[in-house]
């Protein structure tokens, strides 16, 4: 597998919305479940959704569902999180992790860079 890379992160208003993408080059990027975590100033990684190889199962944590949708393109090799309704305790650094289907961060061997996401007025 190869480090994957997110991007689309940025300063949105309460209520607006972004669309976070993450890339992994790579023949089996198809072959692995893959997750979004974020982690704020002073606090844990906290897991946020997951997909599965596939696409076709996903689970949310309860304060980002509803809000939040999960997906990819495994034409691609790219995941995406989609982010409504957004609120300013939705600030922190968002990652994209590879490798599983999981909830717990400790389970994925492969993360990105991280990107910036601010929600402030």
């Known amino acids: 597998q190869v480090q994957p890379v997110e991007s689309g992160g940025g300063l949105v208003q309460p209520g607006g919305s972004l669309r976070l993408s993450c890339t992994a080059s790579?023949?089996?990027?198809?072959?692995?479940?893959m997750g979004w975590f974020r982690q704020a100033p002073g606090k844990e990684r906290e897991f946020l959704a997951i997909?599965?190889?596939?696409?076709?199962?996903?689970r949310y944590a309860d304060s980002v569902k509803g809000r939040f949708t999960i997906s990819r393109d495994n034409a691609k090799n790219t995941m995406y999180l989609q982010m409504n309704n957004l609120k300013p305790e939705d600030t922190a650094i968002y990652y994209c992790?590879?490798?599983?289907?999981?909830?717990?961060?400790?389970?994925?061997?492969?993360w990105g860079q991280g990107t910036q996401v601010t929600v402030s007025s």
């Open positions: 992790a590879s490798g599983g289907y999981s909830t717990n961060h400790f389970d994925y061997n492969y």
């Open positions: 790579g023949r089996t990027f198809s072959s692995y479940g």
């Open positions: 997909i599965s190889a596939s696409g076709a199962r996903t």
